[in-house]
């Protein structure tokens, strides 16, 4: 192997997003399968022994692409040199808990791990935020790394796009890979908008395939926005494989591009594009290219799909002003 190993540094290891991530990246499906990685591990000190039982397993898989792997709970270690940070280590929401709840418990996390990224990251950091509630802990990270370009901190809505592109495919009886231009609009939370009024089934508009509005306004919507909520309620816990999974990919389609004729959603640092306030963390479909990303520009909003994206970056600006308020940004 000649190419330098990728520093993909993982918070929250023992967790259980953590332990269906880990395996998948060590094996190449986040970077790809000629680029070596070294896996960070970020833990508080309760959990380092349960990282270190994971990092054994990894041992055990013999990865030819896994260069090695680091434990650590000082997030200025975890982080000095990190080229990929997924920041999955956070508080998950439980039976009957608020997200807005979650603003308090979770915003001291975010603060010195975005210090950390500040002071000791590789130029070509690029960052994704998991953890709950994901845009904002974003936000508050980005926010203590002046030194780092905004656009490299994301939150991640793939799972929400993921989990719409199901939904459609279902509905409209074809596979996934057949729908195009999925986006899901806003915060990763119940106010979510999946929209598919500029998405397309084998090149055709798919709303016009599935001319079905009464499905898309008190089916596809709820589903797709209170999945989350629905799969905590069914496992007791909240997702973890499919989440590790969107991660995979939100990282991967960043890194190696979009499909032409496709993109994908992520929530990224607004620049006021869609009416959405500039410096909000807020998903937009977006393309990706060498390693950078755009949103894509001058689609028609409708007034159905106006209201619906309106009602989440409010809900957003609502967290930033809550954190604000704290003390955390
Ligand atoms: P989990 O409780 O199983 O694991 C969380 C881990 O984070 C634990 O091992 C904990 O010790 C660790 N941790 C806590 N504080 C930390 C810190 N300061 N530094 C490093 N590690 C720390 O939770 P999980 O199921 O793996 O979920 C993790 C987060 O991802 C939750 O906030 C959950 O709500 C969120 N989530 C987001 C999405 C999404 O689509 N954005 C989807 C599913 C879950
Ligand atoms: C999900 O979308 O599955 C999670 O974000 C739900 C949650 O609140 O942990």
Redesign the pocket.
């Known amino acids: 192997m000649t190419r330098t190993p990728v520093n993909v540094t993982v918070t929250g290891a023992a967790g259980q997003i953590g332990y269906a991530l880990l395996f998948r990246i060590a094996s190449g499906q986040l970077m790809g399968a000629d680029t070596p990685v070294r896996l960070r591990l970020l833990e508080i000190p309760q959990a380092v022994k349960a990282a270190e039982g994971t990092a054994m397993e990894l041992d055990d898989c013999a990865f030819p692409l896994l260069d090695g792997v680091d434990i650590f709970d000082d997030p200025v270690k975890a982080f000095d040199g990190v080229n990929v940070a997924l920041l999955v280590g956070a508080r ?2 439980t039976k009957g808990m608020e ?1 807005g709840d979650l603003l308090e418990a979770n915003g001291g996390i975010f603060k010195p791990q975005g210090e950390a990224i500040n002071a000791g990251a590789a130029d070509d950091v690029k960052v994704l935020v998991v953890g ?1 509630p994901a845009n904002t802990n974003a936000l508050i990270a980005q926010q203590h790394a002046p030194d780092v370009p905004a656009a490299r901190f994301t939150a991640m809505t793939r ?1 929400d796009h993921n989990r719409a592109l199901a939904q459609l495919s279902k509905k409209a009886g074809v596979t996934v890979s057949d729908i195009k231009k999925m986006t899901i609009w806003g915060n ?1 939370s119940a106010t979510q908008y999946p929209d598919i009024v500029h998405a397309e089934i084998a090149g055709k508009s798919a709303a016009e395939t599935v001319n079905d509005q009464a499905w898309l306004e008190n089916d596809f919507i709820p589903t797709v926005a209170k ?3 629905a ?2 309620e069914a496992r007791g816990a ?2 973890a494989a499919s ?1 590790a999974s969107a991660a995979v990919d939100h990282v991967h389609t960043w890194v190696h591009g979009t499909a032409e004729g496709d993109w994908t959603s992520m929530a990224v640092v607004s620049d006021g594009s869609y009416g959405v306030p500039e410096g909000l963390i807020s998903s937009f479909p977006v393309t990706t290219r060498g390693g950078e990303w755009e949103i894509v520009q001058g689609l028609e909003i409708d007034d159905f799909s106006r209201a619906r994206i309106d009602a989440s970056v409010a809900e957003l600006a609502e967290e930033r002003d809550s954190v604000r308020k704290l003390g955390l940004i």
């Open positions: 998950p929401r997200r709950n799972l990763h999945r989350g909520a799969i905590i909240s997702s989440a």
